[in-house]
Nanobody, 121 residues
């Protein structure tokens, strides 16, 4: 089995910063793309940022210049540094990882359970 566990969410004032982390564990052979989605109340889940296994990243226009995604392949972790947070960033943030499990031949997308980020004064 594979598990993704997020951490780092919480309440922050507008203009503040938070760092989210996500660790993958289990019978992992290789992790390809890792990333973050978010879902605000009453809205659909949207892509925030994604990073490939060689470190190429892509961001939603709404977070470019404010958020930075990074990963540590040795530790099977992905991080999201969020700066200059706005109330519109309030959402549940979910990490995902496209994982090839040991003994299998195709990758599967796994999801964490989500961590709540609230930006409010």
């Amino acid at each position: 089995q594979v598990q993704l566990v997020e951490s780092g969410g919480g309440l922050v004032q507008p203009g503040g910063s938070l760092r989210l982390s996500c660790a993958a564990s289990g019978s992992i052979f290789r992790i390809n793309n890792m990333g973050w989605y978010r879902q605000a109340p009453g809205k659909e889940r949207e892509l925030v940022a994604v990073i490939t296994s060689v470190g190429i990243s892509n961001y939603a226009d709404s977070v470019k210049g404010r958020f930075t995604i990074s990963r540590d392949n040795a530790k099977n972790t992905v991080h999201l540094q969020m700066n200059s947070l706005k109330p519109g960033d309030t959402a549940v943030y979910y990490c995902h990882a496209d994982i090839l499990r040991s003994g299998t031949y195709s990758q599967t997308r796994y999801w964490g359970k989500g961590t709540l980020v609230t930006v409010s004064s």
